[in-house]
């Protein structure tokens, strides 16, 4: 199959590098990033280019586009690639509607009958302080639309309410989501989907805060690893059944079927698992930790998907465990420095070698490879188990140097 994955970052090479290991693939980037250029060829066409992108695809003859980040599938790139006849696993608008829109989600979880926690739509700051009553600690506000993870507010009083709600409505207008604030461990659970089928994903966690234990302001992902651990038994089944499943049915029912990846994040509360939010999408850096562990023929399953026959015969998890650690600019996610020079990663491992260091910020310079971006690399380990998996990341971590290069010490152990 000729195969176009669309993106730059992480989560992106990590899917080219799952495809690349089943099936003898031709690969196609756009626009791609330098490590993704070592196993497919890259176009300079960007990723929210809907029109660009689908003249790409048409001329290339791909069998199959993979989308990566939510932006493309919000704005439509599954139903223009399917007025154009080429399959995409990615969800048509209506249904990136679960990500593009919270209040959407949250509606049809109601309809599916799906755990979350209860909750109502504003579009004035003053519906919002008379519905929360002063009492912060106990709500979430959320931006209705796609809001670059920047979206969700925690507000522990009333200065930083204040704060948020300037945010959330600028210029006085908006459109907003006040929820009931869940306390628990999260977890990202991820399907492969196509209509009322699903292939579950084992769990993982992303560690969102910049620094070790927890602290710092929230990032796009300084790492994650799968399977997450301190998962109750039965998780996976139970996200089958009481989570995708149900959303599928209602959406077929609406007469939308979701094809691709779907992802729930999760929050296990005392009251029992809700889901927290919907993304249409791999998440990012989970798809590097989890991807790891995906064997067989990708692109037939993501092929199967798009077609509306989901056969995932062809595919399996491996068992063990993996990780992934951002190595990042200094500064990130707030102003930081890039065309700082990369070395040590031919000497960080390979696939042979249970590593694999996926780029996200890079870009070619006078023939060297240079930091381009907040998150610069993924760096991924397998193992046995997720201790050794830990030790081969961190040690392929070592070996890596860039001016201002940073990364939590402490990923998988909190
Ligand atoms: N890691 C969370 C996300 O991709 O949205």
Same mark, same amino acid.
């Given at each position: 199959m000729r195969i176009l994955v669309i993106g730059s970052g992480?989560?992106?090479?990590?899917?080219?590098? /799952?495809?690349?290991?089943?099936?003898?693939?031709?690969?196609?980037?756009?626009?791609?990033?330098?490590g993704m250029a070592a196993t497919c060829d890259c176009h300079p066409v960007r990723a929210d280019d809907i029109e660009g992108l689908v003249g790409l695809s048409s001329r290339l003859g791909a069998d199959l586009v993979v989308p990566g980040p939510e932006a493309p599938l919000v704005a439509g790139i599954a139903?223009?690639?399917?007025?154009?006849?080429?399959?995409?696993?990615?969800?048509?608008?209506?249904?990136? +509607?679960?990500?593009? %829109?919270k209040w959407f989600a949250k509606e049809l979880m109601a309809a599916a009958g799906v755990p979350t926690a209860p909750g109502r739509l504003f579009s004035?700051?003053?519906?919002?302080?008379?519905?929360?009553?002063?009492?912060?600690?106990?709500w979430v506000l959320k931006d209705d639309g796609l809001a670059a993870g920047?979206?969700?507010?925690?507000p522990d009083g009333d200065g930083e309410a204040s704060?948020?709600?300037?945010? &959330?409505?600028?210029?006085?207008?908006?459109?907003?989501?006040?929820?009931?604030?869940?306390?628990?461990?999260?977890? %990202?659970? +991820?399907?492969?989907?196509?209509?009322?089928?699903? *292939?579950v994903l084992p769990p993982s966690r992303d560690h969102k805060r910049a620094f070790d234990g927890d602290r710092g302001p929230n990032t796009g992902g300084m790492g994650a690893v799968c399977p997450a651990p301190g998962i109750?038994?039965? &998780?996976?089944?139970?996200? &089958?059944?009481?989570? *995708?499943?149900?959303?599928?049915e209602e959406l077929h029912r609406r007469g939308t079927d979701y094809r691709g990846v779907l992802y729930a994040g999760l929050i296990l509360a005392h009251e029992g698992p809700a889901v927290l939010? *919907?993304?249409?999408?791999?998440?990012?850096?989970?798809?590097?930790?989890?991807?790891?562990?995906?064997?067989?023929?990708?692109?037939?399953?993501?092929?199967?998907?798009?077609?509306?026959?989901? !056969? *995932?015969?062809?595919?399996?998890?491996?068992?063990?465990?993996?990780?992934?650690?951002?190595?990042?600019?200094?500064?990130?996610?707030?102003?930081?420095? %890039?065309?700082?020079?990369? !070395?040590?990663?031919?000497?960080?491992?390979?696939?042979?070698?249970?590593?694999?260091?996926?780029?996200?910020?890079?870009?070619?310079?006078?023939?060297?490879?240079?930091?381009?971006g907040g998150r610069v690399l993924g760096v991924t380990g397998t193992g046995a188990g997720?201790?050794?998996?830990?030790?081969?990341?961190?040690? /392929?971590?070592?070996?890596?140097?860039?001016r201002g290069a940073c990364w939590r010490k402490d990923i998988g152990a909190t």
């Open positions: 992480g989560r992106e090479h990590a899917i080219v590098h /799952a495809l690349s290991r089943g099936g003898g693939h031709e690969l196609h980037a756009a626009p791609g990033n330098p139903d223009a690639l399917e007025a154009a006849g080429t399959p995409c696993f990615g969800p048509s608008a209506a249904c990136a +509607m679960l990500e593009g %829109s004035t700051p003053a519906g919002v302080l008379e519905a929360a009553g002063g009492s912060w600690g106990g920047k979206g969700v507010f925690l704060e948020a709600l300037g945010r &959330l409505f600028p210029g006085g207008r908006g459109r907003v989501v006040l929820e009931k604030r869940l306390h628990g461990r999260e977890v %990202s659970m +991820m399907a492969l989907c196509s209509g009322e089928e699903a *292939f109750p038994e039965g &998780l996976s089944d139970w996200a &089958l059944s009481s989570v *995708f499943r149900p959303v599928l939010e *919907f993304n249409c999408r791999f998440g990012d850096p989970e798809a590097q930790a989890v991807l790891a562990l995906l064997e067989g023929d990708a692109g037939a399953a993501f092929l199967s998907c798009a077609r509306g026959n989901p !056969d *995932f015969s062809g595919i399996g998890i491996l068992p063990g465990a993996s990780a992934c650690v951002v190595m990042a600019s200094e500064g990130y996610p707030g102003a930081y420095r %890039s065309g700082f020079r990369i !070395d040590g990663i031919d000497s960080a491992g390979d696939d042979d070698t249970g590593v694999t260091v996926f780029h996200a910020g890079t870009a070619m310079s006078d023939g060297s490879l240079v930091t381009a997720l201790g050794e998996a830990l030790a081969k990341t961190y040690a /392929a971590v070592r070996t890596i140097t860039f």
